[in-house]
């Protein structure tokens, strides 16, 4: 005689229907962030194009200002190349910051974020696995700039350790001013304004600084907007590194504006991004 069956509620039978296995685990947050920097490299991966910030413009940077200015501002482009490449490489990387924003912007433009908000994630991951694969973007950014100095004639002093420090003071630095752009990029309604933002403070926090030419030979008058200003600091740093003569006063003002930028501007942005 077969067994009465107990009819299932519709829950259950939906369940039922659905899957038979369980449910798998939520994601946590260090696989969650890894996940979301795997979409961010398969962006790049099918469109390379977008790379061409971090290789093809730090070439023509180093090789114009090298070989235009050098005679003329350093005797000889030997001796120039020596004191410009830890500037341009800093320059360089630092401009491409922004790009964090942009992205972010995008999503929320298109509508990605807003499917991203309903997934059953940690939601600080999606901006975390950007800013990491942003760190793989200046990795590659240093690496083009210091093998093409290598190529030309670059012979830094500090070594293969001064040159990893340098680049890794750099990496500390950029990693924190991204989270300007990441707030910047909730905040504005496009990425036309982002960019028209981004470029009013890059613009003269890069040019106005020693990345080109001693601040000595400038006006006196100009000589203290420039030695305040933050890059020129961390241009310091780097070629102390990369000379062989840590400039430790710089290194440690680096330090704190990056903790500054961080301690200000990530909490403000994960503020924006939850009420977004």
Known sequence: ??????????QDALRAAVSSSERPKNAGPVS?????????????????????????????????????????????????L????????????????????????NDITKGVFDRFRTLPVWRPSVLV?????????????SVIMITLGFILGFRP?????????????????AFSISWIWTTLGIVMRSEKSLMGASMMVLFPLTFISNVF??????PSWLQPIVEINPVSFL??????????EPAFAEVGWVLFGSFLLVLVFAPLTMYLYYRK
């Open 82 to 105: 020596q004191f410009v490449l830890p500037g341009v490489l800093v320059l360089t990387v630092v401009s491409i910051t922004m790009y964090t924003g942009i992205e972010l912007n």
């Open 1 to 10: 005689m077969n067994k009465k069956q107990v009819p299932l509620s519709q």
């Open 235 to 244: 241009v310091v740093a780097v070629r102390g590194f990369m000379g062989g």
């Open 129 to 141: 696995g950007a800013l990491l694969v942003d760190l793989v973007r200046y990795s590659i950014a």
């Open 213 to 218: 030419v001693d601040p000595e030979t400038m």
């Open 157 to 173: 002093e500090g070594g293969l350790v001064g040159v990893l420090l340098g680049v890794g003071l750099l990496l500390v630095f």
């Open 32 to 80: 969650a962030s890894l996940t979301f920097g795997g979409r961010m490299l398969l962006k790049i991966k099918y469109v390379p194009e977008q790379l061409f910030d971090i290789t093809a413009f730090p070439i023509i940077f180093l090789l114009m200002f090298t070989y235009l200015f050098g005679g003329a501002l350093a005797g000889s482009t030997e001796a120039y």
